[in-house]
T-cell receptor, first 115, second 115 residues
Framework: EAGVTQFPSHSVIEKGQTVTLRCDPISGHDNLYWYRRVMGKEIKFLLHFVKESKQDESGMPNNRFLAERTGGTYSTLKVQPAELEDSGVYFC?????????????FGNGTRLTVT | DQQVKQNSPSLSVQEGRISILNCDYTNSMFDYFLWYKKYPAEGPTFLISISSIKDKNEDGRFTVFLNKSAKHLSLHIVPSQPGDSAVYFCAASAYGSSNTGKLIFGQGTTLQVKP
């Protein structure tokens, strides 16, 4: 079974530019999550999709971040316009169900650097 | 307000000895706790979990202990091996109340196991 895949693995953009990150969850996983780790700190929750619906977007920093999951398969996270503080590693994770004994499976992340 | 804390940024142990990683939490609604291991340039991978109805869960060389009254959990690795060298994240969720699968992570502890 293929794992969670994220693209690109690295992205370097200038402040004010737009970047779109993509996540392909494990096939059949209805739950998809986005997380971010900044400067070696804790991994922070951004949002949670169940199929194509946003279940919880309480972690989204501001309206410069837009996440979509059209068709309930892959997801994109767009940052527009990017700011310096958006630099970090963005992780995507998926799970079959949202509950006990269904741990999240993480991708390798996208390292975003805003200069 | 950090709900999950790992107060030791790093830990170094000798191969064959026991590694003990600690985690404290503040939210009494958390009912599921997990440990993830992360190698450089990779995403976190699930290691072991424990439900709040238990105080111990064991899987091979890994044992997680939960002390609900102290709001503290620990991960014991014995015997430690050089391949265990990684960043270990403690995570918690309130499945019973939120049912979202959202995980709250600590800052991570870097474990180095010396040959």
């Amino acid at each position: 079974e293929a794992g969670v895949t994220q693209f690109p693995s690295h992205s370097v953009i200038e402040k004010g530019q737009t970047v779109t990150l993509r996540c392909d969850p494990i096939s059949g996983h209805d739950n998809l999550y986005w997380y971010r780790r900044v400067m070696g700190k804790e991994i922070k929750f951004l949002l949670h999709f169940v199929k194509e619906s946003k279940q919880d977007e309480s972690g989204m920093p501001n309206n410069r971040f837009l996440a979509e999951r059209t068709g309930g398969t892959y997801s994109t996270l767009k940052v527009q316009p990017a700011e310096l503080e958006d630099s970090g590693v963005y992780f995507c994770a998926s799970s079959q169900v949202a509950g006990f004994n269904s741990p999240l499976h993480f991708g390798n992340g996208t390292r975003l650097t805003v200069t | 307000d950090q709900q999950v804390k790992q107060n030791s940024p790093s830990l170094s142990v000798q191969e064959g000895r026991i590694s003990i990683l600690n985690c404290d939490y503040t939210n009494s609604m958390f009912d599921y706790f997990l440990w993830y291991k992360k190698y450089p340039a990779e995403g976190p991978t699930f290691l072991i979990s424990i439900s709040s109805i238990k105080d111990k869960n064991e899987d091979g060389r890994f044992t997680v202990f939960l002390n609900k009254s102290a709001k503290h959990l620990s991960l014991h690795i014995v015997p430690s091996q050089p391949g265990d060298s990684a960043v270990y994240f403690c995570a918690a969720s309130a499945y019973g109340s939120s049912n979202t699968g959202k995980l709250i992570f600590g800052q991570g502890t870097t474990l180095q196991v010396k040959p």
